[in-house]
């Protein structure tokens, strides 16, 4: 259960604390925010409202506690990171159960997202020993005119107080990606997780409690971002943001300072469907790729574009199963679930009946009960429909049919977002031609978008993001370089 057992010193009556200094805390703001539960509309837990002077006060402990973490060896690090990785598994259950109940996610994939976070902090663990275990080592007759009197030592030293902000749709392991790289690189690290979500972050934090990280190295300030957003972002205290989310992050982009940014943002990742493609294949990945937890996913399937000549078998295969999708509520594990919000669900709903109004053809009839909106299908979409664009996060997918695999890359190409998408064929070279022309961070062929697995590069071009993720490059943005240049009073060569 939440809140009981070894994180019953996380909540205060019912209202759970913030984090700071390394203790749990009631925040002097008096001032609380209700998660409400998307399934029932009803508040469900309260988080505290952190004051900004509790913001200032963290942001000092994170400072002083990262100059003593920078001096902690590579190897005792990991240790610790293993620890709350081990914990993080172990107490899977009452973080599931937050995660059910505050963003509606299926139980069995609030379990899944917890253990892939163990397993996430588990490598970023040891991918860091050996990355930040090594350096560069460079000689100086290497360039023209110089003799060899210079040695160059450098290596990756951390960048001081990180900000993490994760989204509501994996609150824990979009802030493990974030935490993980940060402390690995001898980083302080400072959470402000998603208001919904917020509950599942703090069960989180607190594994890294119990593993015994030092004071004051990992804070989480909860509060509506929309309050205390900017202030932290714009804290001088704050040395990288590392941002999840939508176009919140291009207004953080503009005022955060001189410092590295790292924001993975929305996207409306396409499927290109060539004649050749195994339409059982695509139909299986357009399902799960557009409505797994309910389409509230960056990288989910946003818009399938498909070759004329088949687009009508693709879609009575997608209609098949889309009809077997269970929906309902996440205790239930059912395929669709509750938007996380009302304002969400209002949102996708105009998105639709834009497309009703411009002559798109229903699949399925629209319906929706509170944040619960049934699985719809609209083919013949086209450009001058809101939903050929826009990024509904929701479990509402627009077929635009082509004549032409030029016309798919256009539309793809044309789109603000570049994160990621897909192509289906049989033909390796078409399909590494038809990747290298779309104009998205990653492509995926023959299989539907996905972030995972963790290790692997990730990034968005365009509005979808700065930067890349991926546990080595998250390692490695999250440090800067160091030179120490050793000059020899004459020149000297290995003579071999
Ligand atoms: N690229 C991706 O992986 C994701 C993209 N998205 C996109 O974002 C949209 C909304 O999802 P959502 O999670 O609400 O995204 P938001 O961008 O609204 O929120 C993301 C995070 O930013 C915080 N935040 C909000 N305002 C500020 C601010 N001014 N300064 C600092 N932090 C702030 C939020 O906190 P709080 O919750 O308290 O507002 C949350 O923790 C989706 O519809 C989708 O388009 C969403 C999830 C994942
Ligand atoms: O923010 C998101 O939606 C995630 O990055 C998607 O991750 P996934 O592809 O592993 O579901």
Known sequence: MAGTGVFEEIIDGDVYKYYSEGEWKNSSSGKTVAIINPTTRKPHFKVQACSQEEVNKIMESAKVAQKAWARTPLWKRAELLHKAAALLKEHRAPIAECLVKEIAKPAKDAVIEVVRSGDLISYTAEEGVRLLGEGKFLVSDSFPGNERTKYCLTSKIPLGVVLAIPPFNYPVN???????????????LVLKPPTQGAVAALHMVHCFHLAGFPKGLISCVTGKGSEIGDFLTMHPGVNCISFTG?????????????????????????CIVLEDADLDLVAANIVKGGFSYSGQRCTAVKVVLVMESIADALVEKVNAKIAKLTVGPPEDDSDITPVVTESSANFIEGLVMDAKE???????????????????????????MRIAWEEPFGPVLPVIRINAIEEGIHHCNASNFGLQGCVFTRDIVKAIMISDAMETGTVQINSAPARGPDHFPFQGLKDSGIGSQGITNSINMMTKIKSTVINLPSPSYTMG
């Open 174 to 188: 979009l802030a493990v990606s974030k935490i993980g790289p940060a402390l690995i690189a001898g980083n302080s």
């Open 246 to 270: 939508g176009d919140t992050g291009v207004a953080i982009s503009k005022k955060a300072g001189m410092i590295p940014l790292q924001m993975e943002l929305g996207g409306k990742d396409a």
């Open 358 to 384: 411009r002559g798109a053809t229903f699949c399925q009839e629209y319906k929706r009960e509170g944040n619960l909106i049934w699985p719809l299908l609209l083919d013949h979409v086209r450009p001058d």
